[in-house]
């Protein structure tokens, strides 16, 4: 079904050009000789600026959509365009401009470098050459501020408890200044409050750097933060709806 009084129903753009655009996208994986149908049959337009939770059992097909949305994998078949550009059929070299440059990544396990502080965390995802060193630095203080860690720049991750851990994730996250943050179950090691805390962050710098957040959850409560909830199993998408009605 489709609510024609919202704007973002009918294509996602909310009067826009959209920001992505998904059409009849499959992935298939071969494992042991046989075909395993990972996504089947996938259109989906997201809109800038939106929070979209994918939810889903295990094996629903999240995170193979998570990984074709953050353009570390291409589709068997269908079109994925993103900011106006095929990303099916892009060089590695694109793929990689555009993961460094324009999608930042938050992961369950967090994936911070021990040895590192949480500042060091931070700038070291800096495109290289993008800001003078000092001032990679100081974008790291402030980034680590604005998610409440500026008491905590100094501090390895194993003096970090993991919801401090995962908004050090976060600021890594927006560290270039991307158009999307991809989260991959990332409350998945945390507490239910430090869980719905991490969510509530991620929703606050949505608003204030005007990224798009795309997570993967299979939380229901988690699912009930985002402003569009996108339902899947066994690799399609069954529902999909705004927080207060379905979309489509």
Do not use: C
């Amino acid at each position: 079904m489709t609510d024609s009084t919202n704007p973002a129903t009918t294509d996602g753009s909310a009067g826009g050009e959209p920001l992505y655009v998904l059409q009849s996208v499959e992935r298939t994986f071969t494992k042991g000789g046989v075909s395993v149908h990972a996504l089947r049959g996938i259109n989906l337009t997201l809109a800038a600026g939106e929070m979209v939770a994918l939810e889903g059992p295990s094996g629903s097909g999240k995170t193979t959509l998570l990984q074709l949305l953050g353009a570390l994998d291409v589709p068997t078949a269908g079109s994925i365009r993103f900011a106006g550009r095929e990303l099916e059929n892009a060089s590695d070299r694109v793929l990689t401009r555009i993961r460094s440059e324009e999608i930042g990544f938050v992961f369950q396990h967090f994936n911070l470098i021990p040895t590192l502080t949480a500042r060091e965390n931070v700038w070291i995802a800096m495109v290289p050459g993008s800001l003078p060193h000092e001032e990679q630095v100081a974008r790291a203080s402030e980034l680590l501020r604005q998610v409440g860690l500026g008491h905590r720049l100094t501090h390895l991750p194993s003096r970090l408890s993991g919801g401090e851990q995962q908004r050090v994730a976060i600021a890594r996250a927006l560290a270039n200044k991307p158009r999307v943050v991809i989260a991959d179950e990332p409350t998945g090691n945390l507490d239910s409050e430090t869980g719905l805390e991490v969510i509530d962050l991620l929703s606050e710098l949505r608003d204030v750097a005007g990224v798009t957040v795309i997570l993967a959850t299979h939380d229901e409560e988690i699912g009930r933060r985002a402003e569009r909830r996108v339902r899947m199993r066994d690799g399609s998408i069954v529902e999909d709806r705004a927080a207060t009605g379905i979309l489509s």
